[in-house]
């Protein structure tokens, strides 16, 4: 059997995430997919009934791999300085299975925003990755609310950064963001 008879569903998966981020949901296509993988549409229906089931693993892989993982690794931090600063640079990988990190982000807001379920599974993933980052900074010595807030500040400046990587790199300075983690965990009350 040659590679591309061995591909597995994360193969695809992975693909599809990689179409999602250049190109938006309508780029998840099994055919286009097909030809980028080098195989048939057969080998698709071999692991997924229908293009849903496809989209479904996709948020499944990201959902797993994008935060659940992530954050009980930071979790496992001890140090709330350290946790905080391996969160975020673990955020700012640029690429990420192959494609880009905050291609698929973005990709995925958009999605989220025209599909209630979507968003709603969305908004809880992001609440996840919001409170694992408010922890940190709770431990730092912050008030739970200023860490909430702070917290959000954090995420949406990450967001922003995804958002304008793929037409100003220049603006999305990836030593910013990390940069502004310092200074919050320099003016930690606990410190």
């Known amino acids: 059997m040659t590679e591309k008879a061995n591909l597995t569903p994360r193969d695809w998966v ?13 780029a998840v296509r099994v055919e286009r997919l097909a030809k980028q993988l080098g195989t048939t549409k057969g080998s698709f229906y071999w692991h997924f009934a229908d293009r849903p089931a496809l989209l479904e693993a996709m948020l499944h892989l990201w959902e797993r791999e994008g935060t659940a993982e992530p954050v009980a690794k930071a979790i496992a931090i001890a140090d709330p300085a350290e946790r905080l600063r391996q969160i975020t640079k673990g955020a700012l990988s640029v690429t990420g299975r192959g494609s880009s990190v905050g291609r698929a982000e973005t990709a995925l807001r958009a999605w989220a925003a025209q599909n209630s379920e979507v968003g709603q599974r969305f908004a809880r993933i992001e609440s996840e990755r919001i409170a694992a980052l408010s922890g940190a900074l709770a431990a730092l010595g912050y008030e739970a609310a200023e860490a909430g807030r702070l917290a ?31 200074r919050v965990i320099a003016g930690a009350p606990g410190r």
């Open 152 to 182: 959000k500040a954090l995420y949406l400046t990450l967001i922003g950064l995804y958002s304008v990587r793929p037409y100003a790199p220049e603006l999305a300075e990836d030593q910013a963001l990390l940069d502004l983690v310092e």
């Open 14 to 26: 992975i693909a599809g995430l990689a179409a999602l981020g250049e190109g938006g949901l309508d």
